[in-house]
């Protein structure tokens, strides 16, 4: 059965690599990113099977009036995919607050609001999938990436409360969490110049790691995204799938050591409640 598809950040990464796998197999898909003629080669091989359009996901009125235009013109979408993001790199303190605002505009409210703009369109065709491509960093953390946390961190939590509100609609959610993988989100990255005083922790480690190639980046991007793809085939949908041995391992022995320390405070924790 031939699916519609709308994407955010087709470029290149995850969001090129799914477009041209949903385009191989014969689906539709509705590619949004800021310089469409990325996608041109793709254009001229599918005509009739890809829908493009110039998104800039920290507009708001563009978000709403884009995905009006994919949604009359298509007619129904099945899968909203919100892709779009970029990474910043650096200690907190390192960081400027124009970086900080960009880093929680593009990934955060950038996919709040692309969620919250398909949900009347997804609501009145009788239900559909979203998938938030989020990362193993929505529940572990590394130093270096703080808001890119915050904002992963921010998304899930923001999911796991829509998908109980829209449930009742047939709109599903997955969160879709990747390991360290080996696409272009590094070469885009934005970095802080790095502070002396820095050099000797945890934060000064991770950027000799990641300067030097001792940080491995061992995820498969095309397996990932065949991964997320083959989610939207699932019934129910899953609401998180973990992508690669390192997001698997990090994040099972993060939750393990969460709920480790919950139960040593048990005592503490039901003490809290009022007494009648």
């Known amino acids: 059965m031939q699916r519609t598809w709308f994407i955010t950040g087709t470029s290149s990464g995850f969001g090129r690599i799914m477009t041209e796998q949903l385009l191989a197999r014969g689906d539709r898909v509705a590619a949004t990113l800021r310089t469409p003629s990325a996608l041109a080669d793709l254009q001229a091989r599918y005509l009739g099977q890809l829908w493009v359009a110039q998104l800039d996901v920290t507009d708001d009125a563009a978000i709403d009036a884009v995905l009006a235009r994919a949604f009359t013109e298509l007619g129904r979408i099945d899968v909203i995919v919100s892709n779009a993001a970029y990474g910043l ?13 960009r880093q ?13 703009s398909a949900l009347p369109w997804l609501r009145r065709q009788g239900g559909g999938r979203v998938i938030q491509v989020s990362s193993e960093g929505g529940q572990i953390a590394y130093p270096n990436f703080s808001v890119y946390h915050a904002t992963k961190w921010g998304i899930e939590g923001f999911v796991e409360a829509v998908a109980q509100e829209v449930a009742p609609f047939g709109i599903e959610f997955t969160l879709a969490e990747p390991g360290p993988t080996p696409t272009n989100f590094a070469a885009g990255m934005d970095t802080a110049p790095a502070m002396a005083d820095y050099d000797a922790t945890p934060s000064g480690a991770v950027r000799r790691a990641l300067a030097d190639g001792s940080f491995k980046l061992s995820g498969d991007p095309v397996q990932m995204v065949r991964s997320m793809i083959d989610s939207a085939d699932q019934s129910p949908a899953p609401r998180r799938i973990a992508l690669g ?12 050591d969460r709920l480790a320390r919950l139960e040593a405070q048990q005592d503490i924790a039901l003490n809290a409640d009022l007494t009648t």
């Open 245 to 256: 041995s390192t997001a698997y391992r990090s994040i099972h022995a993060a939750l393990t």
């Open 89 to 101: 790199f650096g200690a907190a303190e390192e960081l400027t607050g124009a970086q900080v605002r």
């Open 104 to 116: 929680l505009d593009t990934n955060l409210l950038g996919s709040i609001q692309l969620i919250r």
